[in-house]
């Protein structure tokens, strides 16, 4: 009686919907047969996974399944406004949204029996990169005739097919012309369309989350196995196609090989293999295992800062701290907006992926980070908003074992506005958790409230919003009165979490750092801001209160990809590099200093860019004359500094396809020739 009852209930809902809820259900359950097919044939390949790493990600592929379903069945329900295209109306109008599915599963499913082959070869689930193995065509055909069973995939292929066709017309296409005694009208028929738009949209969405489902979240894990069993491989084909030919010259990279190696220092060069490892065991270091807490600081821009010579003095905690530390001044993060900032700072390799960050190309999405070798250590990321941003938890969590990921949901404060909770909040909960580890412990502090709207929550602490006259504000180089405040309330936070820390016992043995993770524009024009420098400068500074026990101030050049190298030296932990991060505190003459960014490549006093022609400019940008072009007056010297910045521009290239995680045991035991 109940199902009856049921199925009464569903009869009363406008036919379409009827369609699109049985026709979801039908192609769902055809994905889901090829996911658990999947898991069944490749179960081994993650046999070392928990259950509940498997579960979550068939739950997250379920859920990519179902954005797949829902974006099949739209151009129907869409179209279906057009009279001549409503499948309620006309018998012929069915007929070709039937051959319209049949068409489309059958590619889907063609991808599946790809994919199964793909992965069964190179242990990879299908992306556009695999469009080269077809390269060239008779070869790949050849292979394919001669590996698989191509004519039974194909007899399979039109089985399946035909199977899918009979049972979509006898249940999805049923339902456009199986009518109801009662059907809805009026409000409960509207209320019924809104709902089931609502949730329709939700569905494609994907999560309850400010940002949306991305490929990233299939990578919550380090094992590529279970991360593999949640994609969906025509979406990620997909998700993969606009990063096809953002690739590397094996050519050029071999052509500047010599130099840029003898930049790194790598011990054991090798052209053939390209490789760029060097195992560093650093002959000092601080006693026992100091904590490392990374603070990455929204916007803070090197012109803003008081300790680098703002006359406003708008960040007198990170000043006053900068007292006590090593306060690096003449430092520049490799790429922006944020997410190019993260990827370089992690990994090691200036972000030159084009048009979007590496962050958000699922082909690069495994790197080698000096993190992991942090052995022992409990690992925290916490970001105010969702890691899905930037899809930066791919390159976070499924790179750092056992990293605890503290976002969105995670916080007692409500969110401030896009970018989550205030920073104040953040900095408060990042305590509340580290004060309570009983083992060393590396957190990823991320802030995100120095950004507009500015927002200045109203639980603000003693934080008090200052006035001052718009001439100031601009003469200051602060775009608007809210940009001022805004830095203020993040060093003010900055303070706060001091403070804390202070009083903690973990306190005396943590080296933190902070850093800018990006500069931004002058409202105003300056000599930096006409050679493009105020984007990339930001201070960067080292403070370990119960180590370093008197400040000092760096004018050197440096660059975000040479962070991890720096700290994890200076902790004495021994390490494999495998990237252009080099340690800023170890001695080396000014010829062999740099700092690459975008498109440009800096020495103590030079500055090459490279123009929209590819054309090289030279300029002294720490003179009295920094915006004069010098590239005519000393050749020699722009050609030098030109083949470095094609040589580190190709190598960074390759090494965001060449940098898998590796163990960092040595095989040899080098001292630190870095």
Request: aromatic share 14%.
């Given at each position: 009686?109940?199902?009856?009852?049921?199925?009464?209930?569903?009869?009363?809902?406008?036919?379409?919907?009827?369609?699109?809820?049985?026709?979801?259900?039908?192609?769902?359950?055809?994905?889901?047969?090829?996911?658990?097919?999947?898991?069944?044939?490749?179960?081994?390949?993650?046999?070392?996974?928990?259950?509940?790493?498997?579960?979550?990600?068939?739950?997250?592929?379920?859920?990519?399944?179902?954005?797949?379903?829902?974006?099949?069945?739209?151009?129907?329900?869409?179209?279906?406004?057009?009279?001549?295209?409503?499948?309620?109306?006309?018998?012929?109008?069915?007929?070709?949204?039937?051959?319209?599915?049949?068409?489309?599963?059958?590619?889907?499913?063609?991808?599946?029996?790809?994919?199964?082959?793909?992965?069964?070869?190179?242990?990879?689930?299908?992306?556009?990169?695999?469009?080269?193995?077809?390269?060239?065509?008779?070869?790949?055909?050849?292979?394919?005739?001669?590996?698989?069973?191509?004519?039974?995939?194909?007899?399979?292929?039109?089985?399946?097919?035909?199977?899918?066709?009979?049972?979509?017309?006898?249940?999805?296409?049923?339902?456009?012309?199986?009518?109801?005694?009662?059907?809805?009208?009026?409000?409960?028929?509207?209320?019924?369309?809104?709902?089931?738009?609502?949730?329709?949209?939700?569905?494609?969405?994907?999560?309850?989350?400010?940002?949306?489902?991305?490929?990233?979240?299939?990578?919550?894990?380090?094992?590529?196995?279970?991360?593999?069993?949640?994609?969906?491989?025509?979406?990620?084909?997909?998700?993969?196609?606009?990063?096809?030919?953002?690739?590397?010259?094996?050519?050029?990279?071999?052509?500047?090989?010599?130099?840029?190696?003898?930049?790194?220092?790598?011990?054991?060069?090798?052209?053939?293999?390209?490789?760029?490892?060097?195992?560093?065991?650093?002959?000092?270091?601080?006693?026992?295992?100091?904590?490392?807490?990374?603070?990455?600081?929204?916007?803070?821009?090197?012109?803003?800062?008081?300790?680098?010579?703002?006359?406003?003095?708008?960040?007198?905690?990170?000043?006053?701290?900068?007292?006590?530390?090593?306060?690096?001044?003449?430092?520049?993060?490799?790429?922006?907006?944020?997410?190019?900032?993260?990827?370089?700072?992690?990994?090691?390799?200036?972000?030159?992926?084009?048009?979007?960050?590496?962050?958000?190309?699922?082909?690069?999405?495994?790197?080698?980070?000096?993190?992991?070798?942090?052995?022992?250590?409990?690992?925290?990321?916490?970001?105010?908003?969702?890691?899905?941003?930037?899809?930066?938890?791919?390159?976070?969590?499924?790179?750092?074992?056992?990293?605890?990921?503290?976002?969105?949901?995670?916080?007692?404060?409500?969110?401030?506005?896009?970018?989550?909770?205030?920073?104040?909040?953040?900095?408060?909960?990042?305590?509340?958790?580290?004060?309570?580890?009983?083992?060393?412990?590396?957190?990823?502090?991320?802030?995100?409230?120095?950004?507009?709207?500015?927002?200045?929550?109203?639980?603000?602490?003693?934080?008090?919003?200052?006035?001052?006259?718009?001439?100031?504000?601009?003469?200051?180089?602060?775009?608007?009165?809210?940009?001022?405040?805004?830095?203020?309330?993040?060093?003010?936070?900055?303070?706060?979490?001091?403070?804390?820390?202070?009083?903690?016992?973990?306190?005396?043995?943590?080296?933190?750092?902070?850093?800018?993770?990006h500069g931004t524009h002058t409202p105003k024009p300056?000599?930096w801001e006409h050679l493009l420098l105020t984007q990339?400068?930001?201070?960067?500074?080292?403070?370990?209160?119960?180590?370093?026990?008197?400040?000092?101030?760096?004018?050197?050049?440096?660059?975000?990809?040479?962070?991890?190298?720096?700290?994890?030296?200076?902790?004495?932990?021994?390490?494999?590099?495998?990237?252009?991060?080099?340690?800023?505190?170890?001695?080396?003459?000014?010829?062999?200093?740099?700092?690459?960014?975008?498109?440009?490549?800096?020495?103590?006093?030079?500055?090459?860019?490279?123009?929209?022609?590819?054309?090289?400019?030279?300029?002294?940008?720490?003179?009295?004359?920094?915006?004069?072009?010098?590239?005519?007056?000393?050749?020699?010297?722009?050609?030098?500094?030109?083949?470095?910045?094609?040589?580190?521009?190709?190598?960074?290239?390759?090494?965001?396809?060449?940098?898998?995680?590796?163990?960092?045991?040595?095989?040899?035991?080098?001292?630190?020739?870095?």
């Open positions: 009686m109940e199902k009856s009852r049921l199925i009464q209930a569903f009869r009363r809902l406008p036919r379409l919907m009827r369609f699109a809820l049985v026709a979801a259900g039908v192609n769902l359950l055809v994905f889901w047969a090829f996911r658990v097919a999947f898991w069944l044939v490749f179960r081994n390949t993650s046999a070392d996974a928990s259950t509940g790493e498997v579960l979550q990600a068939i739950f997250i592929g379920f859920k990519f399944d179902l954005r797949l379903v829902l974006l099949t069945c739209l151009p129907p329900l869409v179209l279906s406004a057009i009279p001549l295209l409503n499948p309620v109306r006309y018998r012929l109008t069915r007929g070709i949204w039937l051959g319209y599915f049949i068409a489309v599963q059958g590619l889907f499913v063609l991808m599946y029996f790809i994919d199964f082959g793909h992965y069964d070869y190179v242990r990879t689930r299908l992306n556009a990169s695999s469009v080269e193995l077809l390269q060239p065509f008779e070869v790949a055909a050849q292979m394919l005739w001669e590996t698989y069973p191509v004519v039974w995939g194909v007899l399979g292929l039109a089985l399946l097919l035909a199977g899918y066709a009979y049972l979509m017309w006898r249940t999805a296409f049923r339902e456009l012309v199986v009518g109801a005694d009662k059907p809805l009208a009026g409000w409960p028929k509207r209320s019924a369309v809104a709902v089931f738009v609502v949730l329709y949209i939700f569905g494609i969405y994907g999560k309850w989350s400010w940002y949306p489902l991305r490929w990233s979240d299939a990578y919550f894990t380090t094992n590529e196995s279970v991360a593999a069993l949640a994609l969906n491989p025509v979406l990620f084909f997909a998700d993969t196609y606009s990063n096809r030919t953002d690739r590397y010259s094996v050519r050029r990279v071999r052509k500047h090989y010599d130099e840029v190696v003898s930049y790194l220092g790598v011990d054991k060069p090798d052209p053939e293999t390209l490789t760029f490892e060097r195992y560093v065991t650093p002959s000092s270091g601080l006693p026992g295992k100091p904590n490392l807490v990374i603070i990455h600081m929204e916007s803070f821009a090197g012109f803003k800062v008081g300790a680098l010579g703002n006359k406003l003095k708008p960040t007198p905690q990170f000043d006053a701290v900068a007292n006590d530390g090593i306060l690096f001044s003449n430092f520049f993060v490799s790429g922006h907006p944020t997410a190019r900032s993260v990827f370089s700072m992690i990994t090691g390799i200036p972000d030159v992926n084009p048009r979007r960050s590496a962050s958000r190309n699922p082909l690069v999405v495994n790197q080698h980070t000096l993190v992991t070798a942090l052995e022992g250590y409990e690992k925290f990321y916490f970001l105010g908003g969702s890691a899905t941003w930037g899809n930066i938890r791919g390159i976070l969590s499924h790179n750092i074992p056992g990293l605890h990921v503290y976002e969105e949901g995670d916080y007692e404060a409500p969110r401030a506005d896009a970018w989550g909770v205030p920073d104040l909040a953040l900095f408060e909960k990042a305590h509340t958790v580290l004060e309570r580890q009983d083992k060393p412990f590396f957190a990823f502090i991320q802030t995100a409230g120095n950004h507009r709207p500015y927002t200045i929550p109203e639980d603000k602490g003693e934080f008090e919003l200052v006035e001052v006259d718009e001439e100031t504000i601009l003469e200051n180089n602060f775009e608007s009165l809210a940009s001022y405040n805004g830095i203020r309330f993040l060093d003010y936070s900055l303070g706060a979490f001091f403070d804390l820390a202070r009083r903690s016992p973990y306190f005396n043995n943590t080296v933190f750092v902070m850093y800018g993770d300056t000599p990339y400068h930001v201070p960067l500074l080292i403070y370990a209160p119960g180590f370093i026990k008197e400040g000092r101030r760096i004018d050197t050049v440096a660059s975000s990809a040479d962070s991890l190298p720096t700290y994890l030296n200076l902790m004495g932990v021994p390490h494999l590099n495998t990237t252009v991060g080099r340690d800023l505190l170890a001695p080396r003459p000014a010829e062999q200093r740099f700092a690459f960014i975008h498109r440009a490549l800096l020495t103590d006093d030079l500055l090459l860019r490279v123009g929209a022609r590819n054309e090289s400019h030279l300029y002294r940008y720490r003179s009295d004359t920094p915006t004069v072009e010098l590239s005519a007056q000393f050749p020699q010297e722009t050609a030098k500094l030109r083949r470095l910045y094609d040589g580190i521009y190709e190598t960074s290239r390759y090494m965001l396809y060449h940098n898998p995680p590796r163990p960092h045991t040595p095989q040899l035991a080098l001292t630190d020739k870095e």
